[in-house]
């Protein structure tokens, strides 16, 4: 059932993100049952993900319906979480990783490689793989930087749809620029952790900084992708 979740998850952020849901819109089980050829059961459960992502919001009786976003507004909430992950960086590095936080961030990082190493140019990325080691390691992070107003600030950024570590868009669409996006993110972790083992606190910062700005453009980027190719029409040979 994994798998059929996962593709489930992959078509409806795709829809979203597209365009082909517009916001507002309700999504109803019975319909999207059908279309997706999945029962509630798996349906319910790929919707549970995407409002965790931000995309779609629990109506107050029953069901989801698309949440109301604009690019702009992603943007300025990823700009924000960059200077709040880029501080938590820096009070990391300064004050010294304990051996736990640099085991954690390590074990992130290998499994980022692996996940690169299992996906051959130009296929797609395990995009759950990949997701929940990113949130690992963005939390880690934060976890380590041992600052209760610093995580606050965070929770309430992250409520932005698309806006948190755990949100990157991944859907399989577009399988070579996702490739590109993630050998990118790739090379900031092991750098960030490299800052922070050498104690480096401006320069974990400044990672960490251009590493959100980097993740705001590639959202930009795919979304527009995205829309481009759901307008563009489908030719008939």
Known sequence: MASQIERVINELRR?????ELAPGERLVELQFSADLGVSRTPLRIALGE???EGLLERLPKRGFQVRRFTMDAIA????VRGVLEGMAARCVAEAGASSALLQELQSCVDEGQAVLHEAADGQAIDAARWIAMNARFHGALVAGADNTALAAALEVVGRTPM???GALGLNGSLPRLEHTLIQRAQIDHADVLHAIRAREGGR???IMREHARRSRDNK?????????ASASPVSVD
Do not use: S, T
Request: charged letters at 30%; zero cysteines.
């Open 50 to 52: 995407l409002e965790k």
């Open 15 to 19: 829809k979203v993100l597209a365009g």
């Open 204 to 206: 974990a910062e400044a």
């Open 163 to 165: 806006a948190g570590p």
């Open 220 to 228: 930009r980027e795919m979304m527009q992708r995205l829309q481009q």
């Open 76 to 79: 300025h909430a990823v700009d």
